[in-house]
């Protein structure tokens, strides 16, 4: 009898059951962007247009062309810093994130369309290998490297490659052609450029960048700066144009004390979302100076905000980019990927520091030439600040938004570094070409330098130098027999600091830059009051 039954109501029961479905169904279709109960599979009118070109155009196009151009015009209607990504520059933006890469370790530059090593990472793939500095490599796998037909920026992608993958490569080596097998590695992208003491009390260190390695590069240095004495510490974040968020909240973390806000996010898909102080930090009660300019831009803000309105650090420079918009990046199907704006970022006591770009993108950007040209970058009282909302810090100093952050003092910009000439010098490579071919020339005379800090107070440019560096500007098409005394002295700095970068790298480097940097000497007056 209870069998009979079943079999009664077994059809309803199914027929409920797929009607359930079905509604779960059209629910789930709903939540979809574009998708309705009643959903029309219309083509939208940018895909309507394409699929046009494509059947009737008159002649064969390019879709992909088509397609990034398309979706480019779109962006720009939105703001400066939503952007597309082709597939092809996807992974090397993924890389500048991550901070690291998969490749052989060397640093190259060509001469005389020759691929020079001018550097081997210690303990890289090509330091195992048996690579040295000063070697030149004619070929790598199936690909010439070297003459006057290479184009040298399809050069790193040939040395790149998957992990534990082999490359052959052919070099010269004081005359003598060998052949050095070399297996790819990891290979580390730093944002920590140096950390070392500028005296016996204080500590600097530059950051370039934050990556996803940056705290972990940064908390080893500031632990190794404490245990050599430092009580004050400078930190540099001139042309720091930002990068991972979190990373810069973690940093500031170590200098402010209690749960204090740091900073927080918020977009119209996007609910508030606060970043706050969890622990104790390592760097809570030093003096603190941070060097900023108007390459300072994104996470370094939010870092430099977090600070200043907290009366945590004293900023010396420049007033910064004004970036105050973040991004997340989302895939495509063809590999490509959208780095679309979700949100804004806010300082603790509410102040947005993103400044207008309602004239588009161009006139956006062409604001940070428009500095110098307005003599905001050499004097102080020509600095613009908006002034339409005052804020004040918890001391009570008062603080701009809409247009970077300023700060408490000002560094006026080394005008003798913007000429022509110079711009040519690194364009071309020259100044660092000239670093390594001097030290190759002097590799005997320069080994009594053990020291960065012995290299920078005892090393000095002498005539030869001069007239060699004046030999191999003039084979890149550079005159520089008509620069003026101030340009000289300028160039001479940089030439020396081009040495001590091929004896020992960015530490030296750095060293040699810093000396005499006004910044530098405003911050350790400030260090020391």
């Known amino acids: 009898m209870s069998n009979k039954k079943f079999q009664i109501w077994l059809p309803l029961l199914l027929s409920v059951v797929m009607i359930v479905g079905m509604f779960m169904g059209y629910k789930m279709r709903d939540a979809m962007p574009g998708k309705s109960f009643f959903y029309n599979a219309k083509p939208n009118t940018i895909q309507e247009v394409v699929d046009l070109i494509n059947s009737r155009y008159v002649d064969a196009i390019d879709n992909k062309t088509i397609t990034d151009t398309a979706i480019q015009a779109i962006l720009s209607k939105l703001d400066p810093h939503s952007v597309y990504i082709p597939a092809a520059d996807v992974a090397q933006t993924n890389e500048e994130i991550k901070g690291s890469f998969y490749g052989v370790g060397i640093e190259y530059s060509f001469l005389n369309d020759t691929l020079n090593v001018t550097n081997v990472l210690k303990d ?85 960048k934050f990556s996803t390695q940056t705290y972990r590069e940064f908390m080893t240095s500031i632990l190794s700066l404490k245990q050599k004495g430092m009580k004050s510490l400078v930190l540099d974040l001139r042309g720091n144009g930002g990068g991972v968020l979190e990373e810069a909240t973690e940093i500031a973390d170590e200098f402010i004390e209690g749960d204090k806000l740091i900073t927080y996010t918020e977009g119209l898909h996007a609910p508030k979302k606060e970043f706050r102080c969890r622990r104790q930090g390592q760097f809570e009660q030093g003096k603190l100076i941070v060097l900023a300019d108007e390459g300072t831009a994104s996470a370094s803000e939010v870092l430099l905000g977090a600070l200043q309105d907290w009366d945590r650090a004293t900023i010396v420079g420049r007033r910064t980019f004004g970036k105050g918009l973040v991004q997340e990046q989302f895939n495509l199907n063809n590999n490509a990927a959208l780095r679309l704006t979700i949100a804004r970022y806010y300082t603790p006591i509410g102040r947005s520091i993103q400044r207008p770009y309602n004239n588009g993108s161009k006139q956006y950007y062409a604001a940070i030439t428009n500095r110098m040209n307005d003599g905001e970058m050499v004097s102080a009282d020509s600095v613009k600040n908006d002034t339409t909302k005052v804020y004040k810090s918890k001391a009570g100093k008062k603080l701009y938004g809409n247009g970077g952050i300023t700060p408490d003092y000002f560094v006026a910009a080394d005008t003798s570094k913007i000429s022509a000439t110079f711009a040519s010098l690194y364009q071309k490579g020259t100044l660092s070409n000239f670093g390594y071919a001097y030290y190759q020339q002097q590799k005997a005379n320069l080994a009594q330098y053990k020291t960065a800090n012995d290299f920078v107070s005892r090393f000095n440019v002498n005539e030869n130098a001069w007239q060699y560096f004046e030999t191999l500007a003039k084979t890149d098409s550079i005159a520089i027999s008509s620069i003026s005394t101030t340009e000289k002295v300028f160039l001479e700095k940089s030439l020396k600091a081009a040495i001590a970068r091929q004896l020992f790298r960015l530490d030296g480097y750095f060293q040699v830059q810093n000396k005499d940097d006004q910044f530098i000497i405003k911050a350790l007056q400030i260090a020391h009051q």
């Open 124 to 208: 890289g793939p090509s330091a195992k290998a048996g690579i040295l500095i000063g070697d030149k490599i004619i070929k790598a796998g199936d690909s010439t490297v070297s003459g006057k037909k290479v184009k040298q920026e399809n050069v790193r992608s040939i040395f790149r490659g998957a992990k534990d993958t082999d490359i052959k490569v052919a070099i010269l080596r004081n005359g003598s052609l060998q052949n050095i097998t070399i297996t790819r590695g990891l290979v580390p992208i730093y944002s920590l450029d140096v950390a070392y003491m500028l005296d016996s009390t204080t500590g600097f260190i530059r950051l370039n």
